[in-house]
């Protein structure tokens, strides 16, 4: 046991370390695999990929008797009326722990969102514990703890290789706060998603979730670790776009509106369907394609990856890319990227515009 003052001084020491510099570690999660398993079966089709190979049986063999489970009825009837699929699936997972016999609730309602708000959370819990006590999943998770640790190897091994965090606060020029957090979603297939929490006395935690998913032709997860790390590298950007919108929202909300409006389908496709998370995402995207670049990616791969987001429907990827990259050599005028959102702003008008005269020409 460690003694109380020494646990103290320890802690003082940890906190004076910059969360940039800490090592990011690739973690498995009770809860995540609990939410996903739990919405599985429940049918909600983000989580019934199907993607997982030989996992994907055996959560379906261990959980076939629990179709009827009156918490599967339950979340069905919470999708149903509150639309909690998708990524708040991932957001009630994060703010979840366990001791391998009950499931409680980490830091305040707060954190998980608006679709969680008008939810009796004793009640969810309720039923969450009705599902994890009946189900036995602490013994299915507890079974599959080699499998997993195998699959975090292989992932460190394969995809950490091309994950340069040091890489964020030269491009952005800030300092993150946050504890960036990787965890597998083994029920996820190709659902990948970022959500973060904010518990009382400790820094922001920002998470990359991704999705587990079988190769068919090799019957392997992650081996082309520079395609996996494309996500991971999406997912982190988030922590450092996000913020920066509500700064620069009388520049970028018309804009964001007016891409909306033209390609509803597409964002909405994607669940985009405001204008502050379709320019986040357009910076985002941009700023992976910065990253690969600057990275060692090879030009097929970041030609490859452009083309992915123009057949994504953000049309204006060419342009904004250029302009970001434009950033990244003028350092010495602009010190973070903060500084540069009024270009950013000029360039998406610009594209609007072009795209605006291309229509009336054609009448």
Request: proline share 2%; net charge neutral.
């Amino acid at each position: 046991m460690i003694h109380y003052r020494r646990f103290l001084l320890l802690l003082a020491m940890l906190k004076a370390v910059t969360f940039a510099n800490a090592q990011i570690i690739v973690e498995a999660s009770e809860t995540v695999e609990l939410m996903a398993i739990l919405s599985r079966t429940a049918g909600f089709r983000e989580y019934c990929m199907d993607m997982g190979g030989q996992y994907t049986k055996d959560t379906e063999a261990w959980l076939a008797p629990y179709k009827q489970h009156p918490a599967v009825a339950y979340m069905k009837d919470l999708r149903s009326k509150y639309n909690t699929g998708y990524d708040a699936v991932m957001t009630m997972a994060i703010n979840l722990e366990t001791d391998g016999k009950k499931v409680t609730m980490t830091g305040e309602k707060l954190n998980l969102g608006n679709r969680w708000q008008n939810i009796k959370i004793d009640t969810f819990l309720v039923h969450l514990n009705q599902f994890y006590a009946d189900t036995r999943f602490h013994d299915f998770y507890t079974q599959h703890q080699s499998f997993y640790e195998s699959v975090l190897r292989t992932y460190e091994h394969n995809v950490m290789h091309y994950f340069h965090q040091d890489w964020y606060p030269r491009f952005y020029g800030t300092e993150p706060t946050e504890r960036f957090r990787i965890v597998i979603g083994f029920t996820n297939g190709g659902g990948n998603y970022g959500p973060s929490r904010q518990l009382t006395g400790q820094p922001k935690e920002v998470f990359a979730i991704c999705g587990y998913s079988i190769d068919e032709k090799t019957g392997k997860a992650f081996e082309n670790g520079m395609d996996y790390a494309a996500t991971l590298i999406h997912e982190f950007n988030h922590s450092f776009v996000n913020p920066l919108y509500d700064a620069n929202a009388d520049l970028l909300l018309t804009i964001g509106e007016n891409l909306l409006k033209r390609y509803y389908r597409g964002m909405s496709n994607q669940a985009y369907r405001n204008a502050t998370t379709v320019i986040n995402e357009s910076i985002v995207r941009a700023a992976v394609i910065i990253y690969m670049q600057e990275n060692g990616f090879s030009a097929e791969q970041i030609k490859s990856e452009i083309y992915e987001q123009i057949a994504r429907d953000f049309l204006w990827m060419p342009e904004l890319v250029t302009a970001l990259r434009h950033y990244s050599k003028h350092r010495s005028r602009y010190k973070t990227l903060d500084d540069y959102y009024p270009e950013i702003a000029k360039c998406l008008e610009k594209y609007l515009k072009v795209e605006t005269g291309r229509i009336e020409n054609a009448l």
